[in-house]
């Protein structure tokens, strides 16, 4: 190369695939090297401009990531809400149908344990007196307290007077 014009035009041409460790002999002057490193830097600062550039995409995206996952879970927890309602509201309107009944005097419970219920008190079985009169035949351990086999418990019976019933 006999001018810096002509080292200049193939610099332009041919410099994207040079190394510049190891220029050829017509490229090593101080104005080819300062070129180098002028586009050395150019290239560098576009390097990081488009890492720059894919850190802010990414960021964009975990951001709209999260805010429809926080979306869908809003929506989710607002779905249960809404039938958590709907089934205190069916419970109310199902206790207000008994309590209407009740007071009418009909319904399907009746008397002290159902307004009990209805009230929210509650209420527990007590044994009225006819039953303990009743031998309780089912149970393993009847009346006194020990396990009774089933011919002590057809003698227990005969001896009541009741010999139609069987022992279980």
């Not at 207000?96 to 007071?103: G, T």
Request: with cysteine; proline share 5%; aromatic share 6%.
């Amino acid at each position: 190369m006999r001018t810096e014009e002509e080292r200049g035009i193939k610099f332009f041409n041919e410099g994207e695939g040079l190394d510049e460790a190891r220029l050829p002999d017509w490229m090593q002057t101080e104005e080819i090297r300062q070129a180098m490193g002028a586009l050395k830097e150019f290239s560098e600062k576009k390097r990081s401009y488009h890492a720059y550039q894919a850190r802010q995409n990414y960021l964009r995206q975990q951001r709209s990531i999260g805010r429809r996952i926080q979306a869908l879970t809003t929506e989710a927890a607002q779905a249960r809400a809404d039938k958590e309602r709907a089934r205190a509201a069916e419970e109310r309107e199902r206790a207000e149908k008994e309590r209407a009944q009740i007071e009418k005097g009909g319904g399907p419970r009746r008397g002290r344990m159902a307004q009990a219920l209805v009230e929210g008190r509650p209420q527990y079985l007590t044994p009225s007196p006819f039953m303990s009169a009743i031998p309780c035949l089912w149970h393993p351990t009847a009346a006194s307290g020990r396990r009774q086999s089933k011919s002590a418990q057809m003698r227990s019976m005969i001896e009541a007077g009741n010999e139609t019933a069987r022992p279980g």
